[in-house]
């Protein structure tokens, strides 16, 4: 683990990405094999999972530091990550042993299987035969919440130059299902790709935020308007009569939507779309919340297919006749889409064609992009007719434009401290509205305001604790901020009876006295308006 | 009791003096130059004579100040006076009151491990003892000196290669001269912010054995050639100033580096763990050394300290408020006006 760990000191010590580029690649020369492998899984995000529980970790870690546990919980609260307080607490080690990336791993796998008196030695003994400066890394590995300083696409970056292929093809290489204990690293990266995987999906292509205004990409004519929808974007694919759908999150969500399966006899052979999910019911977008109530279930009920039940509306085709068509510009894509989903065997079928919103000019699409709301869409999406199919987030062809989000003005009720760089400021607040005389709170926010605001905002709050549990404290209710959010439906898990989406800060309204904050009944009167 | 703690200070009613007094007394016993120790607007002030020459640099050369040897006592309305070294930074002294057998220290800031340049703490056996708190934590256990200088050492010289230039954030008074003292090992030229130089030279005319450094203020940094290493406050970290010496890599030297979010809050690449105060272990070492029965924690983790001490160590320990708010980042927030 020695090599894992300098290159996550040298990625963690540099924010330049040609730094991190070049640290990567000669991780990956230098490595062997096996741990290459696991190297490339954990920093790509795929996830191990927890191998113990939390709770025996802190046993573990409280028994052998011979802290009480009120210490140690006060140090997590200042720490604000488990892993890191748990390094800082341990005694220095007795004798260093060297583990390799991939024997740490395998110890690891072991681990779910002992019962908690067994995990928790095995655990002691191995902090204690560890350099202190690894046990962070060898924590965050334990834990399942390993992450290191680089994006996904800089190991492809850098896989790519390692192993002489083009990013695409690492990119394509990558996805989908694979382990390291049962993928030799050469057909994963370096054998020629004889027969493609059947279920493999495409990288998805991601639209980037507009920043500007619409005129400055020159023609409407040229560019084609569609709704941004939200639901689940993924793509269907059919190969060898076999459907598989994936999620943007490259997880393969197949099992998940029963109502696709029979998609798998009714679609040509060798069809890949590219769409998004969402609970539709006679004629009408449902409430996105519909589809988080049934995504994480394993097992569906009769009751969540009839509540819930699910189409694709289709945006893209990326196969077809087993070709891959990427490289075709979007007009011609649509076309053959279209003419798919026209076949007699799909009528009735859950795919629907992405509405092409009619604008003649950029007036007209502003205007759509107002309407969106109503329409259960969060904007509009404006893609170049001409534009090929690429992969990852890039800017030129693909925008989305979203709309301008509700707001409303909260004020600040409870604050508790952040983690990681924010860790021991108080950074995650929640906010209230008044109901009568009273307030409710109705949102938790953490991002918006500059450093220099959560400074003073920390210092506030620190000077105006009421109460404190915990880690939470509650604070004289005197400072008001404006809230924005994406979406407001009615829940019963929450006390103010609505749950927002995405809400965050705007602004700090100094100018307001917290009496000047809004209603319960303004956020009622947003939620009956929609 | 001899000593009480009142809104003005730390007071011996006794003798009618104030220890680090936070509001303007007639007599105050400065226990080290920092300005949240040392403030303005006493009529008297005594002190170590090594922190006389800093305290007119910081509160003007009008003061009425007197300097005492470390051991030194002096009496006052039956009350024994004297200083002991409390190596946090140069001049800098744990305070110990007596009268009729009752022994008190207060040791404002203080280490116990010796940074080659203040004179190394020396433990003094008393009845009550107020010691600070800013790192009573477990998670606060520093690595040694040795290794974190060699870690300096050898990223200096990485940048060197690079033939980049290093800047070394630190406060101005006590770590800024550790900082030189180590870069000094590099051989590159080394400049100062104008509050360091400052601080340098008068620690240099005070008889101090350190390096001579440039202010930067007079320099044309255009016609310097990298590399070379610079010393500057925290105050001044991501400055336009600090911009002139690009390329650069830049590292903040703070006890609180010890942690991975106060680094990135800092916005640096790297941060070593360089402190002039005690350490966990420190702590209770220095209060196991005194063997004093009665603790008063102040500025820092206070109330987990006293609980610490009153459950592991059998102590009487309370915490006391000071204005020294030394807690987490905020004191490096502030400008450092010397």
């Known amino acids: ?530 | 009791m001899l000593i009480t703690f009142n809104n003005k200070g730390i007071y011996c009613a006794q003798a009618d003096l104030y220890i680090d007094p936070w509001q303007p007394v007639s007599k105050a016993i400065i226990t080290h130059a920092h300005s949240d120790h040392a403030k303005p607007g006493n009529k008297h002030y005594l002190c170590h004579q090594d922190s006389v020459s800093l305290l007119k640099l910081r509160l003007g050369d009008q003061i009425s100040v007197q300097a005492l040897h470390y051991g030194q006592t002096i009496h006052i309305h039956g009350v024994t006076i004297s200083l002991h070294p409390a190596g946090h930074i140069p001049g800098s002294a744990q305070v110990k009151l007596t009268y009729k057998g009752e022994i008190w220290v207060i040791s404002g800031d203080y280490k116990l491990s010796s940074d080659g340049i203040a004179a190394p703490f020396e433990p003094v056996s008393c009845h009550h003892f107020v010691t600070e708190s800013t790192f009573g934590l477990p998670i606060y256990r520093f690595p040694q000196v040795d290794t974190v200088t060699a870690d300096m050492l050898a990223w200096i010289e990485a940048n060197r290669k690079q033939q980049k230039n290093t800047l070394l954030v630190g406060y101005a008074l006590g770590k800024a001269q550790r900082l030189i003292e180590i870069a000094a090992h590099a051989e590159l030229p080394i400049f100062a912010h104008g509050a360091i130089a400052n601080v340098q030279r008068t620690l240099i005319e005070s008889g101090y054995p350190l390096h001579r450094v440039m202010p930067t203020a007079t320099l044309d940094t255009k016609a310097l050639s990298s590399p070379y290493v610079v010393i500057l406050p925290p105050s001044a970290l991501g400055s336009t100033w600090a911009k002139r010496f690009t390329p650069y890599e830049v590292a903040y030297c703070s006890g609180w580096m010890q942690l991975r979010g106060a680094r990135r809050r800092k916005n640096v690449n790297r941060g070593f763990v360089l402190s002039d105060h005690a350490d966990w272990d420190q702590l209770q070492t220095a209060v196991q050394a005194t063997s004093a029965e009665n603790i008063y924690v102040t500025h820092g983790y206070k109330a987990t300290f006293a609980k610490w001490l009153v459950e592991h160590h059998g102590l009487q320990a309370t915490e006391v408020t000071t204005q020294y708010e030394n807690h987490l980042l905020l004191e490096e927030e502030k400008d450092e006006v010397i």
């Open chain 1, 1 to 530: 683990m020695r090599l894992f760990n300098a290159l996550f000191q040298q990625i963690d010590r540099t924010t330049s990405t040609r730094d991190k580029v070049a640290a990567l690649i000669a991780y990956f020369k230098q490595a062997e094999s096996a741990d290459a492998l696991w190297a490339i899984y954990l920093l790509i995000g795929k996830s191990t999972g927890r191998f113990i529980k939390t709770a025996w970790l802190r046993q573990a870690a409280m028994r052998l530091s011979h802290l009480p546990p009120w210490l140690f919980e006060e140090s997590y609260h200042t720490v604000g990550d488990l892993a890191e307080t748990i390094a800082l607490c341990l005694p220095v080690p007795v004798t260093e042993k060297i583990y390799s990336l991939s024997q740490t791993m395998a110890f690891l796998n072991g681990l779910p299987s002992l019962p908690e008196q067994e995990a928790q030695t095995a655990i002691s003994q191995r902090w204690m035969e560890l350099p202190a400066d690894e046990r962070f890394i060898f924590n965050k590995l334990i834990t399942g919440n390993f992450r290191m300083g680089v994006s996904k696409q800089l190991v492809i970056r850098a896989l790519a130059e390692t192993y002489h292929k083009s990013e695409n093809e690492i990119a394509h290489r990558l996805m989908g299902h694979w382990h390291p204990n049962n993928t030799p690293i050469s057909s994963l990266l370096i054998d020629d790709l004889l027969h493609e995987k059947s279920f493999e999906p495409y990288p998805f292509f991601l639209a980037y935020p507009l920043d500007k205004e619409p005129v400055a990409l020159g023609e409407v004519a040229d560019w084609l308007i569609e709704r941004k929808l939200d639901g689940i974007r993924g793509q269907i694919i059919v190969r060898n009569q076999h459907i598989y759908i994936w999620s943007r999150g490259e997880e393969l969500l197949t099992d998940r939507f029963p109502e696709f399966h029979p998609l798998a006899e009714q679609l040509p052979n060798g069809t890949v779309i590219d769409g998004e999910i969402l609970p539709y019911k006679d004629g009408n977008i449902l409430p996105f919340s519909l589809i988080q109530t049934r995504i994480s279930r394993k097992r569906l009920s009769k009751q969540i297919l009839t509540t819930a039940p699910l189409v694709m509306i289709c945006y893209d085709l990326l196969e077809c006749d087993g070709a891959d068509i990427r490289a075709l510009s979007l007009i011609e894509r649509r076309s053959l889409l279209e003419k798919i989903l026209a076949l007699p065997e799909l009528s009735g079928a859950p795919l629907m064609i992405s509405k092409i919103l009619p604008c003649s000019s950029w007036s007209d699409v502003k205007q759509a992009r107002e309407q969106a709301r109503q329409y259960q869409a969060e904007g509009v999406m404006l893609k170049r007719k001409t534009s090929r199919y690429d992969s990852g987030r890039r800017r030129g062809n693909w925008w989305k434009w979203k709309i301008i989000p509700y707001t409303i003005d909260g004020v600040l009720l409870y604050a508790q401290p952040g983690h990681g760089r924010r860790a021991n400021l108080y950074t995650d607040y929640t906010f209230a509205v008044w109901d009568q005389d009273e307030l409710v709170p109705f949102a938790k926010a953490y991002s918006g305001l500059s450093d220099q605001e959560i400074m003073t905002v920390d210092r506030w709050i620190k000077q105006h604790t009421i109460n404190k549990f915990g880690p939470v404290r509650s604070v004289t209710p005197d400072l008001v901020f404006e809230l924005a959010f994406e979406g407001i439906s009615a829940s019963n898990r929450h006390k103010s009876g609505i749950a927002l989406r995405f809400p965050r800060i705007v602004r700090w309204r100094h100018d307001k006295a917290a009496k000047e904050a809004n209603t319960k009944a303004d956020l009622l009167n947003l939620l009956d308006n929609k």
